[in-house]
């Protein structure tokens, strides 16, 4: 089992800044990927960005150039900067956590930009 706790969402404007960060505990040796995904009111959960054991990241086309991922393997972390914020981000964020053979999601952080 793994366990998962996100923390960093907020209230931002427009243009701003927030860092969403996701620690991992348990069986953390058997993660193989972590990432960020999100679920605006009314739409499916979608993947925001995901990063690999060996450090390869995958990011959503509306988010890149905008928000990176990273991953502390010595904290069992996983961070998402997120700059320039949108209206549209405007979401629940999920932080989840993928082994051979399970899927591992923490409980969600609100991400609310607005003006």
């Known amino acids: 089992q793994v366990q998962l706790v996100e923390s960093g969402g907020g209230l931002m404007q427009p243009g701003g800044s927030l860092r969403l960060s996701c620690a991992a505990s348990?069986?953390?040796?058997?993660?193989?990927?972590m990432g960020w995904y999100r679920q605006a009111p009314g739409k499916q959960r979608e993947l925001v960005a995901a990063?690999?054991?060996?450090?390869?990241?995958n990011i959503t086309n509306s988010v890149k150039g905008r928000f990176t991922i990273s991953r502390d393997n010595a904290k069992n972390t996983v961070s998402l900067q997120m700059n320039s914020l949108k209206i549209e981000d405007t979401a629940v964020y999920y932080c989840?956590?993928?082994?051979?053979?399970?899927?591992?999601w923490g409980q969600g952080t609100q991400v609310t930009v607005s003006s």
């Open positions: 348990g069986s953390i040796s058997s993660i193989i990927a």
């Open positions: 989840d956590a993928v082994s051979v053979r399970s899927r591992y």
């Open positions: 990063i690999t054991d060996t450090g390869s990241t």
